[in-house]
């Protein structure tokens, strides 16, 4: 199943087989990412989200149609993304009581909050996260390890708008990033990536 991807990874697809991730939001950040490491031979993936599919979510969450509006992001989400064999466990709750050993935190919320209690609980586990953002033509990702989420001074405020193309690529990056530190390949810790697609595609890396 994986041919192709094992002529990349080699032996190194045996890593992932033994990985489980935590998806933190299934919304815009949350597709793409669910949509792509969902078959690339992980053990397990959690996917945490109390919210429910709305209207509006559609055009930018495309895993979602206006049948599913109403129903919970996670439970629909796991169950487009579940095609290779991988364990996908919906979780319809708030992050807070999270309580089942993972190797990897993906944070694909909105909310700074959130995202400080990642923070906490991936320091408090000796594990890396993965912080992502979205707005306008702009995202940012970073997979901290020995930093922390306050260096970046990001407070909380409204989101003025959102590219649904702009989300496809941070979250593209995002996974890839999972990927390669998964399977055991160099990846760079507490590196901020930002990615401007104002004018041309500028992506510009800063150590933290």
Partial sequence: MFRRQIEILGEKQKELSQKSVLVVGAG???????????????????????????L??????????????????????ADRTHRCG???????????????????????????????KIDTYAKQNNIPWLYSSVENWVGQVCLFKDKNLDIFNLGEHKVSGVMPAMVGIV????????????????????????????KELKINGFKV
């Fill in 28 to 54: 815009g950040l949350g597709n793409v990412v669910m949509s792509e490491i969902g078959c690339i031979g992980l053990k397990e993936i959690f996917i945490i989200d109390f919210d429910m599919i709305e």
């Fill in 56 to 77: 509006h979510n559609i055009h930018r969450q495309f895993q979602f149609k206006d049948t599913d509006i109403g129903k919970y992001k996670a439970k629909i989400l």
């Fill in 86 to 116: 991988t364990k996908i466990t919906p979780i319809v709750d708030k992050f807070d009581d999270f309580d089942k050993k993972v190797d990897l935190v993906i944070d694909c919320t909105d909310n700074f909050e959130v995202r400080q």
């Fill in 171 to 198: 979250g593209s990056i995002e996974a890839m990033i999972a990927t390669k530190y998964l399977a055991g390949l160099e990846v760079e810790m507490d590196k901020l990536y930002y990615i401007d697609f104002t």
